[in-house]
């Protein structure tokens, strides 16, 4: 492919990404469950090897990890359903604190504008109506979507299962796949694959569990409702990258403006939130994760929602780690190194418009770029 001249394999290049993109949106129902089967076997590779270690069978040592994995997402599911039970029980409290911020926002409507109070609610009824109309479909979409959420569950572990059972199997393919003597770069972007995917998964564990006792703690210190279902609900969402905050905020406000009919706990709110946040991304996080591979805001936002509006939810939340293996390839594949260029965040100091030899893609150029950045550059041993 080398000797092809340089637009054709751009355009190549350019051809591949489109196919892979509309290779996802078509058969997203196979691909996403494989992908997340994969990670989440990588995540369980140490506590197989080590049961391995104590002499446990190979079927026993992979359903055990299994079992771990199904026992706490069942933990969080039943936290999540007491939560919303306790949320559900308070729907007359909520009910009439609604009624009140309701007509004090039509209060100070009618101080600031002309439209009276039966306009207002004229436009409630007339959007209400709207909203009854489309419940139906609402309903009927979200029934298949959950239908699709069991599905996925249910082959996710089977997936897993496969994958540790086969792994010796499958890393032979990939090795066959490649000429001998591209076989240590190719181990060790396996190596690192492994590291980066499994530092990411169990520091999102981690952040989810932190995040939901710290926001919910001091929610609870100042005496908010619905304190961990908030801290839990934002610990979620915080796992999509920039706009997952954004959205948690918003819920956050929502929980707190419907249950009480005082304004200020939503500053409290708002304040505890920016302050967990704060810390989780400046402190604990880069300490939990450790990542050695650097991916720039503008790919990150840009990953998640193409794998959003590609294959949903799922595409939104496997964006990142996703994004993270192709740079560890991009970087070792000669070929392909201005599209990890693009995607990490080695961002150089000077112009490229006016050092000439920022331009070029060696080794020595990238080394120099990442240590103007403070990043410890990854040493290729062939």
């Not at 965040?345 to 331009?359: A, C, H, Q, Y």
Request: glycine share 8%; aromatic share 10%.
């Amino acid at each position: 492919m080398k000797d092809l001249p340089l637009t054709v394999r751009r355009s190549i290049e350019l051809l591949g990404l489109c196919l892979l993109g509309a290779l996802l949106v078509l058969g997203k129902g196979i691909i996403m469950p494989v992908l997340m089967a994969f990670f989440l076997s990588i995540m369980l590779l140490p506590i197989y090897r080590y049961l391995r270690r104590l002499k446990f069978p190979e079927v026993l040592a992979i359903l055990l990890p299994i079992l771990m994995v199904a026992i706490f997402i069942g933990l969080i599911v039943w936290f999540f359903s007491s939560q919303v039970s306790r949320l559900v029980a308070d729907f007359p409290s909520i009910q009439r604190n609604v009624s009140i911020h309701l007509k004090s926002l039509s209060d100070w409507i009618n101080q600031k504008t002309d439209i009276s109070t039966q306009e207002q609610v004229k436009f409630l009824q007339v959007q209400s109506s709207k909203m009854l109309t489309n419940a139906g479909a609402m309903v009927s979409g979200a029934a298949g979507s959950l239908g699709s959420v069991f599905i996925f569950m249910g082959l996710v572990p089977i997936y897993i299962y496969l994958f540790l059972f086969y792994k010796n199997l499958l890393l032979r393919f990939i090795f066959i796949w490649f000429e001998t003597s591209q076989h240590k770069k190719v181990e060790e972007v396996m190596k690192e694959t492994e590291v980066i995917i499994k530092s990411y998964l169990i520091g999102l564990f981690i952040q989810i569990s932190y995040i939901t006792i710290l926001l919910g703690g001091i929610l609870m210190l100042f005496g908010i409702e619905h304190a961990l279902l908030i801290g839990a609900i934002f610990a979620v969402l915080n796992l999509i990258p920039y706009v997952g905050a954004l959205v948690g905020n918003l819920i956050g406000v929502l929980l707190t403006l419907t249950s009480s009919q005082e304004v200020s706990p939503i500053f409290i709110v708002l304040g505890v939130i920016a302050f967990v946040q704060f810390l989780d991304n400046n402190i604990l996080m880069p300490r939990i994760v450790g990542s050695k591979v650097r991916i720039n805001a503008f790919a990150a936002i840009l990953g998640v929602f193409i794998g959003g509006s590609l294959v949903g939810v799922s595409g939104m939340f496997l964006a990142l780690p996703m994004i993270a293996v192709l740079k560890i390839i991009f970087d070792r594949a000669e070929m392909f190194k201005q599209w990890g260029v693009l995607l990490g965040d080695e961002r150089p100091t000077k112009s490229p418009m006016s050092f000439l030899r920022l331009r070029r893609k060696d080794s020595k150029v990238i080394e120099e770029i990442q240590r103007e950045d403070q990043i410890t550059p990854v040493k290729d041993k062939t």
